[in-house]
């Protein structure tokens, strides 16, 4: 069964503006990682962050990761067109990665 | 980077006849493999974990005898859906670890592009 849920399914913005996505998860995890997906191709790697992190930048990435809510939160800034993708959450416990909904980005030039 | 490739991209078969669906790690050793499936508009589930030279350990729900995988060496991972129906049409996806992943580096798996499977 899925263990995230993401919040929300499906955000349209304009371009340059900001997108957060949140995500929420059930059991403990060592991780979460952020993945992308354009639509009908394999997935893309973007960022981890570990338990003991609160906060990761990575160019125009921020997650945020807060274990005592079981939630984690990815910003993207100014957005671009090109940013327009599905993007889940991936909780890892022990070898196991378990996906969230996922968020459906669309940024509109 | 580690690249994953999977092979064919895309199949359209029709209903009960089998299908094989290659995963390749490209330019690492893979000791685990995983198998996803994913529905339009929805998350990946993960299907089975596999182990270079021993069975694949399924998730719950997910046929063995329907889904044979088989991962014969550490650059090779097959899944075989046996008597396709058109609810097993879907996205499946792979992806494979380094060996460092056993010693706690999650992060080091890396999807291939997926095999869209179309079964009329």
């Known amino acids: 069964s899925q263990q995230g849920e993401e919040d929300p399914q499906a955000l349209s913005i304009q371009e340059g503006e900001n997108a957060t996505m949140n995500c929420s998860y059930k059991?403990?995890?060592?991780?979460l990682q952020w993945y992308r997906q354009n639509s009908g191709r394999g997935l893309v790697h973007l960022i981890l962050i570990r338990s003991n992190e609160r906060e990761k930048h990575s160019g125009r990435l921020r997650v945020t990761l807060d274990t005592s809510k079981k939630s984690s939160s990815l910003l993207i800034t100014a957005s671009r067109a090109a940013d327009t993708a599905s993007y889940f959450c991936?909780?890892?416990?022990?070898?196991?990665?378990?996906f969230g909904e996922g968020t459906q980005l669309t940024v509109n030039p | 980077g580690a690249v994953v490739s999977q092979h064919p991209s895309r199949v359209i078969c029709k209903s009960g006849t089998s299908v094989k669906i290659e995963c390749r790690s490209l330019?690492?050793?893979?000791?685990?493999m995983f198998w996803y499936r994913q529905f339009p508009k929805q998350s990946l589930m993960l299907m089975a974990t596999?182990?270079?030279?021993?069975?694949?350990?399924?998730e719950q729900g997910v046929e063995k005898d329907k889904f044979l995988i088989n991962h014969a060496s550490l650059t090779l991972s097959t899944l075989t859906v046996t008597s396709a129906h058109p609810e097993d049409s879907s996205f499946y996806i792979c992806s494979a670890s380094l060996p460092g992943f056993q010693r706690g580096t999650p992060y080091e798996q890396f999807f291939g592009p997926g095999t869209r499977l179309t079964v009329l």
């Open positions: 991936a909780g890892t416990s022990g070898s196991r990665l378990t």
């Open positions: 330019d690492f050793q893979a000791t685990t």
């Open positions: 596999s182990n270079e030279g021993s069975k694949a350990t399924y």
């Open positions: 059991t403990s995890i060592n991780n």
